[in-house]
């Protein structure tokens, strides 16, 4: 983790320092003059370009700086972690000369590896701290090193006392690498048993994880139980349902070819226990790395796409995903993936052509139009996408409770085109499918509260989604305005200030909060609050209510029903 922290206190530094570098263009390291000076220019343009997340650019600028000063091992760390992530042979160089630093020494060890020095692997895996998250996965790094040298007993004898705990946190993870171990070495009864211990043992839903299970499964004749750990892995995953048709084909191949394939999947497992720590600088470190051990582990990609996107780097996600073929068995997966990602830096026209392609290469599959839906949906286009939605349920063959959040987009996508008819007719069904859906509750409670409909069921439900999201302030804003509907004028103040003290940045909650300290005779407050909605970007409907009230003598404290449809959607994630 130290190497985490230091980039995150790099990038403070380059802010800090980001004042006092030129702006009239900048000079990259191989541009600049020789001697000292020279290399702590570099140095600090180094570091402005990382701070930008320009990582390519601060690799050429440390590498140069370095040739003024060869051994500060700051500089060192810097340009090994930039190097590292932009894929640079000069990385492996760099980590040997920092034999103190976890995440240089896991790129050594893995270079170790792809050299066929099991034995030196082997000796810097053993030297990893036990402590933290890459303690964890210490004992699989030299499992596999041992492995690679052909200890094939000794790596899963050194697995087997955490295996053995029937409760242990690690035992799934290290039955499954112990059970791919011994499935490359041809020991099939041991694989087998271990492979059983890994799918019983508790542990979250993974694509991964499903993914070597049903390939042992499939391999082993048992058709069924591959079918059913695809399955299990589609309810918490639904978007995948796409590839399964690859998933299924790829499950006749094992999962890993060679102990270097061991290594990356530790690594991934690595990488995604740090992105669930919310430590990303060191995550996207480890992912390089088990890419480098293994370039085709799309898992890994996928993960590392994420966490670019999730950064603001949506056009080094792009290019992250552009490495897999279309033979991958996660192709399909991938351009769904990419599709959002092109939405997102711009290129509308391309994410929809490829979603359409999509999903006439793939005729059964609702997956590819949802998304096309959704991607219609978020740019306003209401009719397009209830129409892509159309097409994606007519492809649902028995509809259950997963399926509810398409009957919810059509509807959603429906009223917002004004039918309000078939809006309502989807809405209930959705209910139907999920009774209890809080966004879907909270949706058609607030279309009939805002239209005076239905008032005392309208808070029903409201109430029963504020009960299982308390704290999410748009349902609680949704219960005040129904209450203020229904004439409860102390509980909808009650409830929209608490919805008002959730989200402060809402301009539709602090609207309404207005109404109701009109509603009750406080009409400055009510004025503050209107006049605060409007800076908050409000819908174009809403600001133009708000404005009308606060030139009216006697405003009417109304809300139009475009505007508050809009604020009743959740976005699904």
């Not at 090193?145 to 790596?155: F, K, L, P, R, T």
């Not at 669930?276 to 480098?292: F, I, N, P, T």
């Not at 978020?378 to 492809?395: E, L, S, T």
């Amino acid at each position: 983790m130290d190497t985490a922290r230091t980039l995150r206190r790099a990038l403070l530094a380059a802010a800090c320092i980001a004042a006092a570098l030129p702006t009239a263009g900048r000079a990259s390291g191989s541009d600049l003059e020789s001697g000292p000076a020279a290399g702590f220019t570099a140095f600090l343009s180094g570091r402005f370009a990382v701070s930008q997340g320009d990582f390519a650019t601060g690799a050429d600028d440390f590498l140069a700086a370095l040739q003024s000063d060869p051994t500060d091992p700051e500089l060192i760390r810097q340009a090994f972690v930039s190097t590292v992530l932009t894929d640079r042979p000069e990385a492996v160089h760099l980590a040997r000369l920092l034999p103190d630093d976890q995440a240089a020494q896991l790129l050594v060890g893995a270079q170790d590896a792809l050299n066929g020095r099991w034995d030196a692997a082997r000796k810097v895996y053993a030297g990893l701290s036990r402590d933290g998250m890459v303690g964890l996965v210490q004992p699989l790094l030299v499992a596999w090193s041992e492995a690679g040298a052909g200890q094939v007993h000794a790596a899963i004898a050194g697995l087997r006392p955490a295996i053995d705990k029937p409760h242990g946190r690690i035992r799934a993870l290290y039955a499954l690498h112990a059970a791919m171990i011994a499935d490359l070495a041809g020991h099939h009864a041991e694989a087998d048993r271990l492979y059983r211990i890994a799918q019983e043992a508790k542990a979250p839903p993974d694509l991964r994880r499903a993914e070597i299970l049903a390939s042992w499964q499939a391999r082993r004749g048992h058709g069924a139980e591959a079918d059913a750990t695809i399955a299990g892995l589609l309810r918490d995953s639904p978007d995948l349902a796409v590839a399964v048709p690859a998933i299924e084909r790829a499950a006749a191949t094992p999962p890993v070819a060679r102990a270097t394939d061991g290594l990356a999947e530790t690594y991934l497992s690595l990488a995604a226990a740090m992105h669930a720590q919310d430590a990303d600088d060191y995550a996207m470190m480890v992912l390089h790395m088990a890419l480098h051990l293994r370039p085709g582990l799309t898992p890994a990609r996928l993960l590392l796409a994420d966490i670019d996107d999730q950064n603001g780097g949506t056009q080094a996600a792009l290019a992250v995903l552009s490495e897999v073929p279309a033979s991958d068995p996660l192709d399909a997966a991938v351009r769904l993936r990419r599709a959002g990602l092109e939405d997102e830096a711009g290129d509308t026209a391309t994410a929809i052509a490829g979603l359409e392609q999509l999903g006439r290469q793939y005729p059964t599959q609702p997956g590819p139009l949802q998304a096309l839906g959704d991607l219609l949906k978020d740019h306003g286009r209401y009719a397009a996408a209830a129409k892509a939605y159309d097409q994606a349920i007519g492809r649902l063959q028995h509809p259950d409770a997963a399926d509810w959040v398409l009957y919810y987009d059509r509807g959603v996508a429906l009223e917002r085109s004004h039918h309000w008819p078939q809006a309502q007719a989807d809405l209930e069904h959705a209910l139907q499918l999920a009774p209890d859906q809080p966004f879907v509750l909270n949706y058609l409670g607030y279309y009939w509260a805002d239209h005076d409909q239905h008032l005392t069921r309208a808070r029903q439900m409201i109430e029963r989604a504020v009960e299982a999201r308390p704290n999410d302030g748009n349902l609680v804003d949704s219960l005040g305005w129904v209450e203020l509907r229904q004439g409860d004028v102390k509980g909808a103040v009650r409830e929209l200030e608490r919805a008002a003290e959730m989200s402060p940045e809402d301009s539709t909650i602090n609207g309404h909060l207005g109404d109701a300290y009109w509603a009750a005779g406080w009409r400055l407050e009510a004025e503050y609050q209107w006049r605060r909605a409007l800076t908050l970007n409000p819908e174009p409907d809403d600001a133009a209510r708000l404005e009308a009230e606060l030139q009216r003598d006697t405003p009417k404290a109304t809300v139009t029903p475009q505007g508050t449809a809009a604020a009743a959607e959740r976005r699904i994630q």
